[in-house]
């Protein structure tokens, strides 16, 4: 006999289905709640943020800022105030016409005004509020950078200077008697008429940026070497602007007659260039690397030196080929110096730099590939600027749009390459890797520097940076003697990283060498220790966080916003049947908080905060992520038995879920707790993750390989 059930009447199995598919309902709707929350996540920051600036504010003494005069001008009415004639006010504070100044940024301005007597010209930070009223897009901007400067109208909405700065340079060229021109006027008032409320007209955008901004910008000081350390043009790293609208980026085109450092064939073809190119038994790409150099140099005039430190007599036969090949081949200069030693990358480079007869110097590894004309120019126009320190070059990997290399930034944990593994293709960061940027530093795969400034800064460092950092060196000594470093981001060279060494990171004994010259490099340089002014301070400090954002997480946990919660025993019973590797984890950061805040040679020397960080992500494969309640899982190295858990707290990751395809609501992967000192005995700690599914029994397991030290 075959059961028919009546159909009116449900099924237990029928019943459960229904009763999960609302369960499942239910969580999805808190996850998009969640993900709403994520997105809101600026917005609350800032209005902490803003609560501990207003309470720094009023424990201030503003009586230096009071007695100065200001007056807020839009963008649009901009140059008929200034060539009106008017009476001006100490202070003029210039700005887009859409968007609100900050409750606070007059009062900051006028301050920082009456704090630098020597500065005229000042710009701060600036947000947006999108459709829902919330704040969202935060522009936190580097300190005065002019190459950037050059680039890109990186002031963006809002600006201030002092009025008798502008007096000095009369934009324009007019006269007093033009002042009082009716024409003249009219003119400007038609201009003002025709401005679009957020996208300023061609003439009016120039006259903004090349007129007034890159004049008083040169006046100030602001492209020449910087003396004691001081930068010419000021920067309130606050918010000081809020637009309504995405920002529209103005680019160097608006200043096309005063654009300094511009290429030109006459000033590329009078300035002798050595290429230094460290090499050793690596024929076949050392190879490649000159004949792309020939195919794409057009017209600046090179050597080639290259600097062998012990290839085999076969490999040196063949590069000696290389040598004479292209001497006759591309009729250039190239010399060849062969000496066998351990693999010392500074000396190696020294060595060929006291045999260089150029002005400009270009360190270049031999895994470099050029795919692009006129690349060498693109190098020099900037290297042979006065003010100019070390230049370098947007690196790809091999054949692809993926980004290796796009300047060096200095956190608390050491240098990193920002942008690295993300697509060319995409704008990050309101354009950074498509524009000419000043950095703190380049690699020095491809570094080109004046020779009188690598002289001047005493050249590599052949004891202390023999393999690793030695790059980093020599840019921080040339930033520390006052020139601003470059990376042209807006040309590319492929680069076949690490084919000459391998992967330090795969061998232990390398990874120990790189940490002492690590430890090496931030003794050497105490001033600069998590400091880059090209980096600004609020933005993220996790040496894994490739793109420019604000870690939230960290400055709630920073601003003792996040509540710290204490592990528990894990009193039931993990069984084996859990453990499945569809639960993936990635555990990225799990130590104290002292050295997420100050990195690992620095003592932690803030009061309250201290305690254990975890951060990371997971995530279960094909599955609806919303439905599991995830726990942080300690299991104590001593004795397995003893296990802790704590809850985690979500956070939103873009970056994972974009290399995922098969999940669902996949975009609240990250995860991070903190806890106090304390909460756990001392020792050793593996970290895992357990997950339960809130609308089945089903229980998910898995165990990293990051190990928590906790102290005595």
Same mark, same amino acid.
């Given at each position: 006999?075959?059961?028919?059930?009546?159909?009116?009447?449900?099924?237990?199995?029928?019943?459960?289905?229904? !009763?999960? =598919?609302?369960?499942?309902?239910?969580?999805?709707?808190?996850?998009?709640?969640?993900?709403?929350?994520?997105?809101?996540? $600026?917005?609350?920051? $800032?209005?902490?943020?803003?609560?501990?600036?207003?309470?720094?504010?009023?424990?201030?003494?503003?009586?230096?800022?009071?007695?100065?005069?200001?007056?807020?001008?839009?963008?649009?009415h901009l140059r008929s105030y200034l060539l009106s004639g008017a009476e001006f006010p100490d202070i003029i504070i210039a700005c887009d016409d859409e968007g609100t100044i900050t409750d606070y940024a007059e009062k900051m301005i006028k301050d920082y005004f009456a704090a630098n007597r020597n500065i005229s010209l000042v710009y701060g930070d600036e947000d947006r509020i999108d459709e829902k009223g919330r704040l969202v897009d935060p522009w936190l901007k580097s300190d005065w950078a002019p190459d950037t400067f050059l680039s890109t109208f990186y002031f963006g909405s809002i600006f201030a200077f002092r009025s008798d700065l502008f007096t000095m340079i009369n934009p324009g060229g007019r006269t007093a008697t033009d002042y009082e021109a009716k024409q003249s006027l009219s003119a400007d008032r038609e201009e003002e008429d025709k401005a679009a409320r957020s996208d300023l007209d061609d003439a009016m955008a120039s006259w903004i940026y090349g007129k007034l901004c890159l004049k008083m910008a040169q006046a100030e000081g602001g492209f020449s070497r910087r003396s004691n350390g001081r930068f010419p043009i000021g920067h309130i790293p606050e918010v000081l602007f809020h637009r309504q609208s995405k920002p529209v980026m103005w680019d160097s085109r608006l200043i096309r007659d005063s654009l300094t450092g511009r290429y030109s064939q006459e000033s590329a073809a009078s300035r002798l260039i050595s290429i230094i190119i460290p090499s050793k038994d690596n024929p076949k790409m050392l190879l490649r690397c000159v004949k792309t150099i020939e195919q794409y140099t057009i017209s600046s005039p090179y050597e080639l030196i290259i600097v062998d430190n012990g290839s085999s007599p076969e490999n040196r036969k063949e590069i000696e080929g290389i040598v004479r090949r292209h001497m006759e081949i591309a009729e250039g200069m190239a010399s060849y110096l062969y000496e066998p030693m351990e693999f010392?990358?500074?000396?190696?480079?020294?060595?060929?730099?006291?045999? =260089?007869? %150029?002005?400009?110097?270009? *360190?270049? /590894?031999?895994? !470099?590939?050029?795919?692009?004309?006129?690349?060498?120019?693109y190098l020099s126009e900037k290297a042979k600027l006065p003010y100019v320190g070390a230049v370098g070059m947007k690196l790809l990997y091999p054949g692809s749009d993926i980004i290796q290399h796009a300047g060096v930034v200095n956190l608390k944990a050491g240098p990193v390459h920002k942008l690295q593994y993300m697509d060319n293709t995409d704008e990050h960061y309101f354009g950074y890797n498509k524009g000419v940027r000043n950095v703190i530093a380049v690699t020095g795969a491809c570094l080109m520097v004046r020779a009188e400034v690598f002289t001047d800064v005493g050249g590599f460092d052949e004891e202390r940076f023999a393999v690793a950092f030695n790059d980093v060196d020599l840019c921080y000594r040339i930033y520390e003697a006052g020139y601003y470093n470059v990376v042209r981001n807006n040309m590319y060279l492929y680069h076949h990283e690490s084919f000459s060494r391998g992967d330090d990171r795969k061998d232990e004994v390398k990874s120990a060498r790189l940490s002492r010259e690590l430890e090496t490099l931030l003794r050497a340089h105490p001033d600069l220790y998590g400091k880059d002014p090209f980096y600004h301070p609020l933005l993220s400090q996790n040496p894994v966080e490739s793109d420019f954002v #604000?870690?939230?997480?960290?400055?709630?946990?920073?601003?003792?916003?996040?509540?710290?919660?204490?592990?528990?025993?894990?009193?039931?019973?993990?069984?084996?049947?859990?453990?499945?590797?569809?639960?993936?984890? %990635?555990?990225?950061?799990?130590?104290?908080?002292?050295?997420?805040?100050?990195?690992? *040679?620095?003592?932690?020397?803030?009061?309250?905060?201290? %305690?254990?960080? #975890?951060?990371?992500?997971?995530?279960?494969?094909?599955?609806?992520?919303?439905?599991?309640?995830?726990?942080?899982?300690?299991?104590?190295?001593?004795?397995? =038995?003893? !296990?802790?858990?704590?809850p985690v707290e979500a956070r939103r990751r873009d970056d994972i879920a974009a290399n995922l395809?098969?999940?669902? /609501?996949?975009?609240?992967?990250? *995860?991070?707790?903190? *806890?106090?000192?304390?909460?756990?005995?001392?020792?050793?700690?593996?970290? %895992?993750?357990?997950?339960?599914?809130?609308?089945?029994?089903?229980?998910?397991? /898995?165990?990293s390989d990051v190990t928590l030290h906790v102290d005595e």
């Amino acid at each position: 006999m075959i059961f028919r059930p009546h159909p009116g009447r449900q099924t237990d199995s029928m019943i459960k289905e229904k !009763i999960k =598919a609302a369960l499942v309902k239910r969580e999805d709707a808190k996850y998009e709640d969640m993900l709403e929350d994520s997105l809101a996540l $600026y917005n609350n920051w $800032y209005r902490i943020h803003k609560r501990k600036v207003s309470e720094k504010l009023n424990s201030t003494d503003h009586s230096g800022g009071e007695k100065l005069s200001s007056e807020v001008v839009r963008y649009s009415h901009l140059r008929s105030y200034l060539l009106s004639g008017a009476e001006f006010p100490d202070i003029i504070i210039a700005c887009d016409d859409e968007g609100t100044i900050t409750d606070y940024a007059e009062k900051m301005i006028k301050d920082y005004f009456a704090a630098n007597r020597n500065i005229s010209l000042v710009y701060g930070d600036e947000d947006r509020i999108d459709e829902k009223g919330r704040l969202v897009d935060p522009w936190l901007k580097s300190d005065w950078a002019p190459d950037t400067f050059l680039s890109t109208f990186y002031f963006g909405s809002i600006f201030a200077f002092r009025s008798d700065l502008f007096t000095m340079i009369n934009p324009g060229g007019r006269t007093a008697t033009d002042y009082e021109a009716k024409q003249s006027l009219s003119a400007d008032r038609e201009e003002e008429d025709k401005a679009a409320r957020s996208d300023l007209d061609d003439a009016m955008a120039s006259w903004i940026y090349g007129k007034l901004c890159l004049k008083m910008a040169q006046a100030e000081g602001g492209f020449s070497r910087r003396s004691n350390g001081r930068f010419p043009i000021g920067h309130i790293p606050e918010v000081l602007f809020h637009r309504q609208s995405k920002p529209v980026m103005w680019d160097s085109r608006l200043i096309r007659d005063s654009l300094t450092g511009r290429y030109s064939q006459e000033s590329a073809a009078s300035r002798l260039i050595s290429i230094i190119i460290p090499s050793k038994d690596n024929p076949k790409m050392l190879l490649r690397c000159v004949k792309t150099i020939e195919q794409y140099t057009i017209s600046s005039p090179y050597e080639l030196i290259i600097v062998d430190n012990g290839s085999s007599p076969e490999n040196r036969k063949e590069i000696e080929g290389i040598v004479r090949r292209h001497m006759e081949i591309a009729e250039g200069m190239a010399s060849y110096l062969y000496e066998p030693m351990e693999f010392n990358f500074s000396r190696m480079c020294n060595m060929g730099a006291e045999q =260089a007869n %150029g002005e400009l110097l270009l *360190f270049l /590894n031999d895994d !470099i590939e050029i795919r692009r004309p006129g690349w060498l120019s693109y190098l020099s126009e900037k290297a042979k600027l006065p003010y100019v320190g070390a230049v370098g070059m947007k690196l790809l990997y091999p054949g692809s749009d993926i980004i290796q290399h796009a300047g060096v930034v200095n956190l608390k944990a050491g240098p990193v390459h920002k942008l690295q593994y993300m697509d060319n293709t995409d704008e990050h960061y309101f354009g950074y890797n498509k524009g000419v940027r000043n950095v703190i530093a380049v690699t020095g795969a491809c570094l080109m520097v004046r020779a009188e400034v690598f002289t001047d800064v005493g050249g590599f460092d052949e004891e202390r940076f023999a393999v690793a950092f030695n790059d980093v060196d020599l840019c921080y000594r040339i930033y520390e003697a006052g020139y601003y470093n470059v990376v042209r981001n807006n040309m590319y060279l492929y680069h076949h990283e690490s084919f000459s060494r391998g992967d330090d990171r795969k061998d232990e004994v390398k990874s120990a060498r790189l940490s002492r010259e690590l430890e090496t490099l931030l003794r050497a340089h105490p001033d600069l220790y998590g400091k880059d002014p090209f980096y600004h301070p609020l933005l993220s400090q996790n040496p894994v966080e490739s793109d420019f954002v #604000i870690d939230m997480e960290e400055e709630l946990i920073r601003d003792e916003a996040i509540v710290m919660v204490t592990p528990q025993r894990f009193r039931g019973r993990l069984q084996e049947s859990w453990i499945d590797p569809v639960l993936r984890l %990635g555990v990225e950061y799990a130590n104290a908080l002292r050295d997420w805040y100050l990195g690992p *040679f620095a003592p932690f020397a803030t009061e309250g905060n201290t %305690g254990y960080y #975890i951060r990371g992500y997971s995530f279960v494969i094909n599955a609806d992520n919303a439905v599991y309640e995830r726990k942080l899982l300690l299991r104590s190295s001593l004795d397995p =038995a003893v !296990i802790y858990e704590l809850p985690v707290e979500a956070r939103r990751r873009d970056d994972i879920a974009a290399n995922l395809t098969d999940q669902i /609501n996949d975009r609240l992967t990250g *995860f991070f707790a903190v *806890f106090p000192e304390g909460a756990v005995p001392a020792g050793d700690y593996t970290v %895992g993750m357990l997950c339960r599914d809130r609308t089945s029994r089903q229980r998910l397991l /898995n165990w990293s390989d990051v190990t928590l030290h906790v102290d005595e």
